[in-house]
């Protein structure tokens, strides 16, 4: 039987825009004015005309999802704001970018906590399913930003397991990709990857 997946939606309520008018700063007030956000007399107001003008095409985008193995960053008990992918589509491709991502189960938990070598493994598997929902492979990766929040310690485990795994993939050329080392986004991630793939575009 198949399975129905509910994509991501905006969040547009108007009680949720997080925005509290009675703890402002005076730069955070100018800036929100100057935006069109906030009126005179301090109330939140609607996008201006130009924002949402039906003239002005996007390009054709929609989120990437895969809730088998990763959850939605928006369902955290405090929400964070991302799609975990985006596909792009362009006259004679699509773009597909994913989000940083890390070893992080369906539930929004993190796992593996202490464990790099796993760690990298399960952001490998959940990179894995984002790029299948959209019909993609490791091969239609051209680019990897990888973040090590230890980069001097972890950096040779990191490249032991991305080596196995791309060679098991058999890729060739590999990605190009770049290492940086940051404080990621809770304490017990020690790795995330954020990738980009390009696909020929199916014909009608």
Same mark, same amino acid.
């Given at each position: 039987?198949?399975?129905?997946?509910?994509?991501?939606?905006?969040?547009?309520?108007? #009680?949720?825009?997080?925005?509290?008018?009675?703890?402002?700063?005076?730069?955070?007030?100018?800036?929100?004015? *100057?935006?069109?956000?906030?009126?005179?007399? =301090?109330?939140?107001?609607?996008? @201006?005309?130009?924002?949402?003008? @039906?003239?002005? #095409?996007?390009?054709?985008?929609?989120?990437?999802?895969?809730?088998?193995?990763?959850?939605?960053?928006?369902?955290?008990?405090?929400?964070?704001?991302?799609?975990?992918?985006?596909?792009? +589509?362009? @006259?004679?491709? $699509?773009?597909?970018? %994913?989000?940083?991502?890390?070893? $992080?189960?369906?539930?929004? *938990?993190?796992?593996?906590?202490? /464990?790099?070598?796993?760690?990298?493994?399960?952001?490998?598997?959940?990179?894995?399913?984002?790029? !299948? *929902? +959209?019909? !993609?492979?490791?091969?239609?990766?051209?680019?990897?930003?990888?973040?090590?929040?230890?980069?001097?310690? /972890?950096?040779?485990?990191?490249?032991? $397991? =991305?080596?196995?795994?791309?060679?098991?993939? #058999?890729? /060739?050329?590999? @990605?190009?990709?770049?290492?940086?080392?940051?404080?990621?986004?809770?304490?017990?991630?020690?790795?995330?990857? +954020?990738?980009?793939? %390009?696909?020929?575009?199916? #014909? *009608?």
């Amino acid at each position: 039987m198949s399975q129905i997946v509910e994509r991501p939606r905006a969040i547009s309520n108007a #009680k949720s825009h997080l925005i509290d008018v009675s703890n402002l700063s005076s730069g955070e007030e100018e800036e929100l004015l *100057a935006l069109g956000l906030l009126s005179v007399d =301090r109330k939140i107001q609607d996008p @201006p005309t130009a924002f949402l003008s @039906p003239e002005l #095409k996007p390009v054709e985008k929609r989120a990437i999802c895969a809730p088998d193995v990763l959850n939605e960053a928006y369902t955290y008990t405090t929400p964070s704001s991302f799609s975990r992918g985006l596909r792009i +589509e362009l @006259p004679d491709y $699509v773009m597909l970018l %994913i989000s940083g991502t890390a070893s $992080v189960d369906e539930y929004g *938990a993190s796992v593996h906590i202490g /464990d790099f070598r796993a760690q990298c493994w399960r952001t490998y598997r959940n990179i894995t399913r984002l790029l !299948a *929902a +959209e019909g !993609a492979r490791w091969q239609d990766i051209v680019k990897c930003t990888c973040y090590l929040r230890d980069i001097e310690r /972890d950096y040779k485990d990191f490249n032991h $397991v =991305r080596t196995a795994f791309f060679r098991w993939l #058999k890729l /060739d050329p590999l @990605p190009a990709s770049v290492g940086i080392q940051a404080r990621l986004c809770r304490e017990d991630l020690l790795v995330e990857i +954020e990738a980009m793939a %390009i696909m020929l575009r199916a #014909k *009608a």
